[in-house]
């Protein structure tokens, strides 16, 4: 005889838990908020030197003295070419990123070694600019907190993306033709 879900009642075979349990995201659609606190820093410095010098010389086979005029000076050409180029050149690159905040995201999979497959975005619109964050990951049960609760740092395969549409966008960008003469024009 197979169980039927009956709704009413105190027991629900799908979503058995013992009386001291605290619910917490086991299954597909199961929500979980995840604490955002990431901070990334990098840095790459790079020095570069290098210098050349060269060095040619010719000299014609000689003339014969019954020779003359140009003739003369062609066969008693004697020259001599050098040259030398240096470059020295130094770059650093510094990039620090901070996000923090919440988000609730939902579990889409549940793996075979029972970790759960998460996954969600936010979207905040004010001021003419709207910013979509979203995330995804893997998390262990076992770093489910009191009220379905996760930190960013515990999440595995952690994707955090921040995107940002509207004024603050628009004035960091190119236009089309600042980019098409930009291009063109190396100060631009």
Do not use: H
């Not at 969600?120 to 998390?139: C, D, P, Y």
């Not at 262990?140 to 940002?164: F, L, P």
């Amino acid at each position: 005889m197979a169980l039927e879900d009956s709704p009413g009642s105190i027991y629900q075979p799908n979503k058995a838990m013992l009386l001291f349990e605290e619910p917490i995201a086991s299954r597909v659609g199961d929500a979980l908020k995840i604490n955002i606190a990431e901070n990334l820093s990098s840095s790459n410095n790079a020095n570069t030197s290098t210098s050349r010098t060269s060095t040619i010389s010719e000299s014609g086979p000689g003339a014969l003295s019954s020779m003359g005029g140009l003739l003369k000076e062609i066969f008693d050409y004697s020259g001599k070419a050098t040259g030398s180029s240096s470059l020295k050149g130094t770059g650093q690159v510094t990039n620090a990123n901070q996000i923090s905040g919440s988000l609730m995201v939902s579990v889409t999979d549940i793996l075979p070694n029972g970790y759960l497959a998460v996954a969600g975005e936010k979207a905040v619109a004010a001021s003419g600019n709207t910013t979509l964050l979203r995330f995804s990951g893997i998390v262990n049960k076992r770093d489910i907190k009191v009220g379905n609760v996760v930190s960013s740092n515990d999440v595995g395969d952690a994707r955090i993306e921040q995107i940002v549409n509207g004024v603050a966008s628009d004035v960091a960008s190119r236009t089309a033709a600042q980019s098409f003469f930009a291009g063109l024009i190396n100060f631009w």
